[in-house]
Nanobody, 122 residues
Framework: QVQLVESGGGLVQAGGSLTLACAAS????????MGWFRQAPGKEREFVAG????????YYADSVKGRSTISRDNAKNTIYLQMNNLKPEDTAVYYC???????????????WGQGTQVTVSS
Protein backbone atom coordinates (compact mmCIF):
# COMPACT_ATOMS: atom_id res chain seq x y z
CA GLN A 1 0.00 0.00 0.00
CA VAL A 2 1.52 3.30 -1.11
CA GLN A 3 1.25 6.10 1.42
CA LEU A 4 2.30 9.74 1.19
CA VAL A 5 2.42 11.81 4.36
CA GLU A 6 3.00 15.56 4.24
CA SER A 7 4.31 17.69 7.08
CA GLY A 8 5.67 21.16 7.67
CA GLY A 9 2.65 23.34 7.05
CA GLY A 10 1.60 26.11 9.39
CA LEU A 11 0.88 29.79 9.86
CA VAL A 12 3.51 32.24 8.67
CA GLN A 13 3.62 35.97 8.02
CA ALA A 14 3.96 37.33 4.53
CA GLY A 15 7.60 37.32 3.51
CA GLY A 16 8.37 34.31 5.65
CA SER A 17 9.49 30.81 4.70
CA LEU A 18 8.33 27.25 5.14
CA THR A 19 9.68 23.86 4.14
CA LEU A 20 7.19 21.10 3.45
CA ALA A 21 8.14 17.44 3.48
CA CYS A 22 6.42 14.39 2.01
CA ALA A 23 7.45 10.95 3.22
CA ALA A 24 6.55 8.06 0.95
CA SER A 25 6.20 4.42 1.96
CA UNK A 26 5.06 1.17 0.45
CA UNK A 27 7.68 0.79 -2.27
CA UNK A 28 10.90 2.28 -3.59
CA UNK A 29 10.21 5.57 -5.36
CA UNK A 30 13.49 6.23 -7.08
CA UNK A 31 11.89 5.47 -10.49
CA UNK A 32 8.93 7.81 -10.10
CA UNK A 33 8.41 11.50 -10.63
CA MET A 34 6.79 13.31 -7.74
CA GLY A 35 5.31 16.72 -7.24
CA TRP A 36 3.46 19.24 -5.12
CA PHE A 37 0.00 20.61 -5.77
CA ARG A 38 -2.18 23.02 -3.81
CA GLN A 39 -5.83 23.87 -3.41
CA ALA A 40 -7.10 27.16 -2.05
CA PRO A 41 -10.64 27.56 -0.74
CA GLY A 42 -13.12 27.77 -3.59
CA LYS A 43 -10.50 26.99 -6.20
CA GLU A 44 -9.42 23.92 -8.11
CA ARG A 45 -6.28 22.01 -7.23
CA GLU A 46 -3.29 23.36 -9.12
CA PHE A 47 0.23 22.22 -9.87
CA VAL A 48 3.03 23.86 -7.86
CA ALA A 49 6.28 22.01 -8.53
CA GLY A 50 7.58 18.70 -9.84
CA UNK A 51 10.79 16.69 -9.73
CA UNK A 52 12.05 13.79 -11.80
CA UNK A 53 12.81 10.39 -10.31
CA UNK A 54 16.51 11.06 -9.65
CA UNK A 55 16.11 14.75 -8.98
CA UNK A 56 17.90 15.91 -12.10
CA UNK A 57 14.95 17.84 -13.49
CA UNK A 58 12.67 20.24 -11.65
CA TYR A 59 9.84 22.42 -12.86
CA TYR A 60 7.60 25.04 -11.29
CA ALA A 61 4.39 26.92 -11.76
CA ASP A 62 4.95 30.53 -12.71
CA SER A 63 3.27 31.60 -9.47
CA VAL A 64 6.06 30.12 -7.31
CA LYS A 65 9.04 30.16 -9.67
CA GLY A 66 12.00 31.94 -8.12
CA ARG A 67 10.52 31.62 -4.62
CA SER A 68 10.38 27.85 -4.24
CA THR A 69 12.73 24.89 -4.48
CA ILE A 70 11.68 21.27 -4.80
CA SER A 71 14.13 18.53 -3.88
CA ARG A 72 14.16 14.85 -3.00
CA ASP A 73 16.16 12.39 -0.95
CA ASN A 74 15.57 8.94 -2.40
CA ALA A 75 17.45 7.29 0.44
CA LYS A 76 14.73 8.64 2.74
CA ASN A 77 11.86 8.31 0.23
CA THR A 78 11.10 11.96 0.90
CA ILE A 79 10.55 15.06 -1.19
CA TYR A 80 10.66 18.63 0.02
CA LEU A 81 9.29 22.00 -1.01
CA GLN A 82 11.08 25.03 0.34
CA MET A 83 9.02 28.17 -0.06
CA ASN A 84 10.42 31.66 0.50
CA ASN A 85 8.93 35.14 0.40
CA LEU A 86 5.48 33.67 1.02
CA LYS A 87 2.45 35.69 -0.01
CA PRO A 88 -1.15 35.58 1.25
CA GLU A 89 -2.14 34.10 -2.12
CA ASP A 90 0.03 31.07 -1.30
CA THR A 91 -2.50 30.11 1.37
CA ALA A 92 -3.82 26.64 0.51
CA VAL A 93 -3.74 22.98 1.40
CA TYR A 94 -0.58 21.54 -0.13
CA TYR A 95 -0.58 17.96 -1.41
CA CYS A 96 2.24 15.77 -2.64
CA UNK A 97 1.63 13.27 -5.39
CA UNK A 98 3.42 10.49 -7.21
CA UNK A 99 3.16 9.29 -10.81
CA UNK A 100 4.16 5.63 -10.73
CA UNK A 101 6.23 4.51 -13.67
CA UNK A 102 6.80 8.05 -14.97
CA UNK A 103 10.43 8.99 -14.35
CA UNK A 104 10.37 12.55 -15.63
CA UNK A 105 7.07 14.35 -15.20
CA UNK A 106 4.02 14.05 -12.98
CA UNK A 107 1.22 13.88 -15.51
CA UNK A 108 -1.43 11.69 -13.92
CA UNK A 109 -0.82 11.19 -10.19
CA UNK A 110 -1.55 7.71 -8.91
CA UNK A 111 -1.46 8.57 -5.21
CA TRP A 112 -1.97 11.70 -3.13
CA GLY A 113 -1.11 12.61 0.41
CA GLN A 114 -3.69 13.90 2.85
CA GLY A 115 -2.46 17.48 2.57
CA THR A 116 -0.92 20.03 4.90
CA GLN A 117 -2.35 23.51 5.48
CA VAL A 118 -0.24 26.56 4.72
CA THR A 119 -1.66 29.90 5.85
CA VAL A 120 0.12 33.16 5.06
CA SER A 121 -1.04 36.23 6.96
CA SER A 122 -0.66 39.73 5.57
Amino acid sequence: QVQLVESGGGLVQAGGSLTLACAASGRTFSSDAMGWFRQAPGKEREFVAGISSLGGATYYADSVKGRSTISRDNAKNTIYLQMNNLKPEDTAVYYCAIDLGSPWVVTTPDYWGQGTQVTVSS
